[in-house]
């Protein structure tokens, strides 16, 4: 069965760039969208885009200025890049896939952005 | 932007008992195949979210029956026939419409 595994620094200064990568096992990212979603400590779910193999993306619109997504199918990966962090971008940060539905995710990889 | 508007926001149930939570958009998700764009996920206690109900009313794979959805245009509902211990969690709906927004979440618990 398809797994997600997301990496990266937990820790990120003010104004610098946060990335994160997401590496796929079980199954092939030659297929369906690829997606981040953000949980900022103790609120709701927040989308924040989605590539598919071929490298086509769609971000939300209120994150579009500072977000980057990039996909490596030959390590079966993709990965995120906000840049101009702020403490608001303090939050676990989740891969999905998105079929029927967005499943699987990973199991988070919380993010803090602090001096 | 599509906003939805969950209700309650705080659901206390008794083992056994039904429950209920309600979904609103501020624009029909109704598309013209037919199809309602609205997804309900629970994120349980530590936990990542996972997929319930797709499209309105089709259970994700190994979903308990127990769990339902209905709804159309602008309201939906997540059913729960008989709520067990383990349903404690936060139950998000969202759209998929036009890109994807979550409901605030409904905290269910146990009685």
């Known amino acids: 069965q398809v797994q997600l595994q997301e990496s990266g620094p937990g820790l990120v200064r003010p104004s610098e760039t946060l990335s994160l990568t997401c590496t796929v096992s079980g199954g092939s990212i030659s297929s369906d969208y690829w997606n981040w979603i953000r949980q900022p400590p103790g609120k709701g779910l927040e989308w924040i885009g989605y590539?598919?193999?071929?490298?086509?993306?769609n971000y939300n619109p209120s994150l579009e200025s500072r977000v980057t997504m990039s996909v490596d199918t030959s390590k079966n990966q993709f990965s995120l890049r906000l840049s101009s962090v702020t403490a608001a971008d303090t939050a676990v940060y989740y891969c999905a896939r998105r079929g029927a539905g967005f499943g699987p995710w990973g199991q988070g990889f919380l993010v803090t952005v602090s001096s | 932007d599509i906003v939805m508007t969950q209700s309650p926001l705080s659901l206390p149930v008794t083992p056994g008992e039904p429950a209920s939570i309600s979904c609103r958009s501020s624009?029909?998700?109704?598309?013209?195949?037919?199809?309602?764009?609205l997804d309900w996920y629970v994120q349980k206690p530590g936990q990542s979210p996972q997929l319930l109900i797709y499209?309105?009313?089709n259970r994700a794979s190994g979903v308990p029956d127990r769990f339902s959805g209905s709804g159309s245009g602008i309201d939906f509902t997540l059913k729960i026939s008989r709520v067990e211990p383990e349903d404690v969690g936060l139950y998000y709906c969202?759209?998929?419409?036009?890109?994807?927004?979550f409901g605030q979440g409904t905290r269910l618990e146990i009685k």
């Open positions: 969202m759209q998929a419409l036009q890109s994807f927004t």
């Open positions: 590539i598919n193999e071929r490298g086509a993306t």
């Open positions: 499209m309105g009313s």
């Open positions: 624009q029909n998700l109704l598309n013209s195949n037919g199809h309602n764009y």
